[in-house]
């Protein structure tokens, strides 16, 4: 078993070789995977629901082949949440609910800026959502098109977990441990498995709430039903449509003259106006959602099983943008879409989101099987209203459609387990599988009017006279026919597990991989190691030591934006331009840009499981997590001679550029730290008493040398600068707390809960360390009451955040009055916010 090596090599002519090697690898060494019909039986894997408590669950992720085990049983850190405790939210989604009970999961309601804040990225244990593995019913669930190019996942296409419907949820289980050994890429920092039900009747559900201030109305209703089909089979079908209106917390009054001083310094000739703006685009976006989903098993006969689930979503979220001045180079104010006094653009994301999968299980001899095919595909179209592109002057229109990026990805598996009677205490398991994925990613052009340069310039008389507007809509230029491409890559992979009882206290597992990609990414083998002992029935400690591969992710190399930013210095209103380049064109070239490599990672962990008393349970588990070459974004390299090279290279109208880079090494360490306990209060129904608490500290190991490029263009311009830095280390908090107590009686039910959210910095500007804010830790109390009127119908009222608590209002204020709060609070920066829930079951 190779624990602690990998190898990466081209496979430009290595395939037939790969294919022995792996066939050899798979009799004598033996790789892993995890399929949701191997792991158990349908009964076991369906029985979470009757335990009395999630730590009880019979678990799947992580564990495979024949030996079931619960949450406290588990050789790895694991956290289960069960389809009641998702519902017992308030803020409607399921990465909402995630973060609610997870300690280790922190979702910000902005992550970053402009499309971030539509298409959401948790972190886990630290790490970017990218290092995480998200999985359905034990099947790879596919990634965002749109990728994060700011904030705190600068880099990563999530897998997005809103588009599946909480109603179809059973139970979802998060694996706080590495595990690409066990299931492949990206599976760095966990995984989380989605676990669908199978169950016949259903319930609808309404939800309402809205902001303590009267912001962001939310509504969202959903309905699931499970039938009967044929003999034992379950059809499981869910809808969920849902509402979130936009929030606003920007300064008030921030332009009370909308005539400033012109780029040169000199007073606007025009006479200035009273009135006052306020930038509309500090908060939530506006979203509009409609999720549809469906889960099947039908047994054939006895030996034989049909299955298959698929999730449909469409979503449209907008997005007000940063005011534009009516004096500003890029504002045209006259002509039948001119802006007189200035505008607010509205940046919008269309999205279409599905998966599909269908397999058959069964028995043959002594082996379990399972054949499965799973497509996925997401794509998105971005587009911007009450805009402008200056360059056409006043022929300029007003809504402009600037393009859009596809993500698919379709993999087959092929599994197998069976139990091997070897004389030890338990029959070993085995698993074994092979597996094919096909990713491809698209960036597609936008129409001509959103990229072009209409070749405007301002007449004499006019205050900005022989001054020449920048080409493309603004708050993002259209994609355009140059930068469209399309890439794709094939992965094969064989994996093999065995899970060991050498005795009836102490259990092993060895798990491996090997994998090898197309696309000159190479191939690669990964191991795993985890062992439990149990000293006693109540306490044992537990281990892993495991290493990891990530590729990057295709729309690393090709994805490519433009935004528009903006300054206020000596009185003096500038914008400026910069662009995301792909990694492979000239113009990132030119900039010190090399080819994308993969992540190397390295983990380790050891814990222990206690239970001091009956129904209380304890785990506490350290970890460390060392990254190598980890994909990040550049800093925003911006200069007179970044422009000069960029236009060199046919960029026009870009102050400055930005590209994917393997520039750092990373380390995270820290702890777990989980406890349960369920009291009996007799007559008066019952407490679950449960507090979780992470630690987490990432460093910067090792920064790769600047570009010899970048060093020789003087100005001090630095690849990773103190902004990006800050994004890896510094910008979520070390630690979470969550405390709660969830008191059941007769028809009623409590639930209180307490987050405390340690201090984390924001860098503003990585030029200026005076703009650096530090915000303190803040407690976040959440409240829910509901009544059970008879079986059927339950009310359900509630508030998070009850006391109203916002970050420290220490942030530095942009030139558009947004920035008071920062842009990463792990609770946001909306205040309290209540709600309203009626669900019927049928």
């Given at each position: ?192 498995n989605i676990i669908l039900k199978q169950k016949t009747g259903g319930t609808a559900t309404t939800t309402v709430g809205q902001d303590f201030d009267g912001q962001r109305d939310t509504v969202q ?61 500090y908060g939530l976006p506006q979203i509009k959602s409609t999720n549809l989903a469906y889960n099947f098993n039908l047994p054939i006969n006895d030996q034989l099983n049909l299955y298959s689930f ?184 064989g994996y093999l597990e065995l899970g060991l009882q050498p005795t009836s206290a102490w259990s092993i597992n060895l798990a491996g991989r090997a994998e090898e990609y197309t696309r000159n990414v ?321």
């Amino acid at each position: 078993m190779i624990l602690n090596s990998q190898s990466t090599k081209s496979n430009t002519s290595s395939r037939p070789t790969f294919r022995l090697s792996l066939l050899t690898l798979l009799i004598t060494t033996g790789l892993s995977h995890q399929s949701y019909a191997d792991s158990a039986n349908l009964e076991s894997v369906q029985s979470t629901s009757d335990a009395s408590s999630p730590v009880d669950s019979v678990i799947v992720t992580g564990n495979r082949g024949t030996t079931q085990r619960t949450v406290t049983k588990s050789l790895s850190p694991i956290d289960v949440i069960t389809g009641k405790q998702l519902e017992a939210v308030g803020k409607v989604g399921l990465l909402e609910a995630i973060a609610n009970y997870v300690p280790s999961f922190n979702l910000p309601d902005l992550s970053g800026g402009d499309k971030e804040a539509i298409v959401r990225t948790p972190t886990l244990r630290g790490l970017s959502a990218g290092q995480i593995l998200v999985l359905v019913n034990g099947k790879r669930r596919h990634t965002s098109a749109v990728l994060g190019i700011t904030g705190l996942n600068s880099g990563t296409a999530p897998a997005d977990l809103d588009y599946i419907p909480t109603s179809l949820i059973e139970r979802v289980e998060i694996l706080r441990d590495g595990a690409a050994a066990q299931y492949g890429s990206d599976a760095i920092a966990g995984v989380i498995n989605i676990i669908l039900k199978q169950k016949t009747g259903g319930t609808a559900t309404t939800t309402v709430g809205q902001d303590f201030d009267g912001q962001r109305d939310t509504v969202q209703q959903a309905i699931n039903y499970g039938f009967e089909v044929g003999q034992g089979g379950i059809l499981q079908l869910a809808l969920e449509a849902r509402y979130q209106d936009n929030t606003n917390q920007a300064s008030p009054n921030t332009y009370k003259n909308l005539y400033f001083p012109l780029a040169n310094g000199s007073p606007d000739p025009r006479e200035p106006k009273t009135h006052q703006v306020t930038y509309l685009g500090y908060g939530l976006p506006q979203i509009k959602s409609t999720n549809l989903a469906y889960n099947f098993n039908l047994p054939i006969n006895d030996q034989l099983n049909l299955y298959s689930f698929s999730t449909l979503g469409f979503r449209q979220g907008e997005l007000t943008m940063n005011y534009r001045v009516p004096n500003g180079r890029n504002t045209i104010t006259e002509g039948p879409h001119g802006y007189p006094d200035g505008y607010s653009p509205v940046w919008r994301i269309e999205e279409r989101d599905f998966q599909t999968a269908i397999g058959l299980k069964g028995q043959w001899a002594d082996w379990n099987w399972d054949l499965s095919s799973t497509l996925g595909e997401s794509h998105a179209d971005q587009s911007t209203r009450d805009n402008q592109n200056a360059s056409f002057g006043p022929a300029t229109q007003n809504e402009f459609d600037a393009g859009g990026w596809v993500s698919r990805q379709w993999v087959n598996n092929f599994d197998l387990s069976r139990a091997l009677d070897w004389g030890l205490a338990k029959p070993t398991s085995l698993s074994i599988g092979l597996e094919h994925r096909y990713d491809s990613y698209e960036t597609v052009a936008g129409e001509y009017a959103s990229y072009a340069d209409g070749g405007y310039i301002y007449p004499k008389g006019s205050p900005l006279a022989g001054q020449k507007p920048d080409a493309g809509s603004q708050v993002t230029a259209g994609i355009t026919p140059t930068d469209a491409a399309k890439i794709s890559r094939n992965n094969y992979a064989g994996y093999l597990e065995l899970g060991l009882q050498p005795t009836s206290a102490w259990s092993i597992n060895l798990a491996g991989r090997a994998e090898e990609y197309t696309r000159n990414v190479g191939s690669t083998v990964s191991g795993k190691l985890s062992t439990r002992y149990e000293f006693t029935p109540s306490f044992a400690l537990r281990g892993t030591l495991s290493n990891g591969f990530r590729a990057p992710q295709l729309a690393n190399e090709i994805y490519t934006t433009r935004s528009t930013a903006f300054t206020f210095i000596n009185g003096v209103y500038q914008s400026y331009n910069y662009g995301v380049l792909p990694v492979n064109s000239a113009a990132a070239k030119a900039l010190g840009a090399t080819p994308l490599k993969p992540e190397h990672s390295n983990n380790y962990s050891l814990g222990l499981t206690w239970n001091p008393i009956r129904k209380l349970n304890i785990s506490l588990d350290a970890f460390q997590i060392d990254i190598k070459d980890r994909i990040s974004l550049s800093g925003t390299l911006r200069g007179t001679e970044v422009r000069q090279i960029l236009e060199k290279q046919g960029v026009l109208a870009a102050d400055g550029g930005q590209y994917f880079t393997n520039a750092v090494d990373t380390q995270t360490r820290g702890i777990d730290l989980v406890t349960d306990y369920k009291q009996d209060l007799g007559t008066w129904g019952s407490v679950n008493w449960t507090a979780a608490y992470n630690y987490g500290k990432t460093e910067i190991t090792n920064v790769k040398d600047n570009p010899a490029v970048l060093s020789n263009l003087g100005g001090g311009y630095q690849l990773i600068d103190r902004q990006a830095r800050n994004l890896l280390t510094t910008a979520i908090p070390a630690s979470k707390l969550i405390l709660s107590a969830d008191w059941a009686y007769q028809d009623w039910s409590f639930l209180l809960r307490l987050t405390r959210y340690d201090k984390y910095t924001f860098v503003y500007d990585p030029a200026d360390p005076k703009k650096d804010s530090t915000f303190g830790a803040k407690w976040i109390s959440d409240l829910e009451g509901s009544y059970r009127f008879n079986p059927k119908l339950t009310l359900a009222l509630g508030a998070k955040n009850i006391f109203n608590i916002f970050p420290d209002k220490n942030g530095f204020i942009s030139a558009s009055g947004f920035g008071q709060y920062g842009l990463y609070s792990p609770f946001g920066f909306n205040g309290g916010f209540y709600y309203g829930r009626l669900s019927y079951k049928f």
